[in-house]
């Protein structure tokens, strides 16, 4: 059965204090995994796509890594404004078009 | 790039009305949008599947009589809650997907709050 999970459920971070959040996943042919930031009362916001086991995409603080059973989202010296929850979301051969998501994990960053 | 807009954001209405909820990729074609229907401190639940022209996929569970999805064009899909009920009240939000010389994923917009009183 195809499953994704995330883990912290929550996580409380120092300004400044660098960490990773965690995506594991288990699905038959992975096309793609997602990552998302989402804030409070809003729609997901798109932050990286990987493809394939050993890349790694950069945007700022956040830096995303994919093995072929996990990928990992790191998060360098983190500031207030990355206070979210960061969704990832894996689409495979079996799932078509659709993506599975994992429950997320809430970061909240404090100054 | 990728805008995706939902309208209305928030909207409130009687047990027993109908309410349509808006869903337009802005500045791209979409071949396929979603429908997403989130509870609080929860992910996201896929409802239904829709690409243009034709009837949307709902997922199991999901009463296509009562959530109406209808997907005209590239740019635009219309979500219909039908005779709403306090057990409606939600957050729901719309994707739409383009493989067209964009990033291959899913582009959200920024969700509707549905409360039925």
């Known amino acids: 059965e195809d499953q994704v999970t995330q883990s912290p459920e929550a996580l409380r971070l120092q300004e400044g204090e660098s960490s990773s959040l965690n995506c594991s996943y288990t699905?038959?042919?992975?096309?793609?995994l997602f990552w998302y930031r989402q804030d409070p009362g809003k729609g997901p916001e798109f932050l990286f796509t990987l493809y394939s086991a050993g890349e790694e995409k950069e945007k700022e603080r956040l830096k995303a890594t994919l093995t072929k059973k996990e990928s990992f989202l790191h998060i360098t010296a983190p500031k207030p404004e990355d206070s979210a929850t960061y969704l990832c979301?894996?689409?495979?051969?079996?799932?078509?078009?659709?993506?599975?998501f994992g429950t997320g994990t809430s970061l909240t960053v404090i100054p | 790039g990728a805008v995706v807009s939902q309208h209305p954001s928030w909207v409130i209405c009687k047990s027993g009305t109908s309410v349509k909820i808006e869903c337009r990729s802005l500045d791209f074609q979409a071949t396929t949008m979603f429908w997403y229907r989130q509870f609080p401190k929860q992910s996201l639940m896929l409802m239904a599947t829709?690409?243009?022209?034709?009837?949307?996929?709902?997922e199991q569970g999901v009463e296509k009589d009562k959530f109406l999805i209808n997907h005209a064009s590239l740019t635009l899909s219309t979500l219909t809650v039908t005779s709403a009920h306090p057990e409606d009240s939600s957050f729901y939000i719309c994707?739409?997907?383009?493989?067209?010389?964009?990033?291959?994923?899913?582009?959200f917009g920024p969700g509707t709050r549905l409360t039925v009183l």
């Open positions: 994707s739409a997907r383009s493989l067209a010389g964009m990033e291959d994923t899913q582009y």
């Open positions: 829709s690409n243009e022209g034709s009837k949307a996929t709902y």
């Open positions: 699905v038959s042919g992975l096309r793609g």
């Open positions: 979301a894996v689409q495979a051969a079996s799932t078509g078009n659709q993506f599975y």
